[in-house]
């Protein structure tokens, strides 16, 4: 039987790339994976729940629900429009920005978030 040591040691199990590296191109996935949500015109929802994203691209436009639960992102861009639910249940989020309208309902369990904006739209 093998040992997991030798396996480490002969360097047969050993990744070719670095937990960083392998973050860097999931990400670089990820905003290929926007950008081709925005070319396809924004139709039905978008899916980015737990994943390393950081930030989403200014006046986005999402035709159904828009999922960041447990994500990286700390921050969403002014005029985002939601016309479905928005998720955003364990993230780092503040506060949500200007102009932020959703058509469904709005999680904000598991956040810092103890205000919101005078401008909030949620239908």
């Keep these: 039987m093998i040992k997991l040591i030798d396996l480490l040691e ?3 199990l050993v990744p070719r790339r670095s937990p960083e590296e392998r973050e860097k191109n999931h990400l670089i996935a990820l ?3 926007i950008q081709q949500y925005i070319k ?4 039905g929802s978008l899916d980015l ?4 994203i950081t930030s989403l691209p200014n006046n986005l436009t999402v035709g159904g629900g ?8 700390t921050s969403l861009p002014n005029n985002l429009k939601v ?10 989020i503040t506060s ?4 932020l309208t959703v058509g469904g309902f709005l999680d904000l369990t ?7 904006p005078n401008n909030l739209t949620v239908e």
Excluded: C, F
Excluded at 40 to 43: A, T
Excluded at 49 to 52: E, K, L
Excluded at 96 to 99: A, I, K, Q, R, S
């Design 10 to 12: 002969n360097k047969i």
């Design 110 to 116: 598991k956040t810092p978030i103890t205000s919101l």
């Design 40 to 43: 396809d015109g924004g139709k």
């Design 49 to 52: 729940g737990n994943t390393p």
């Design 66 to 73: 828009l999922d960041l639960e447990n994500t990286k992102i």
């Design 83 to 92: 016309e479905g639910y928005l998720d955003l249940s364990g993230t780092k």
């Design 96 to 99: 949500l920005p200007d102009n």
């Design 31 to 33: 905003q290929k994976k």
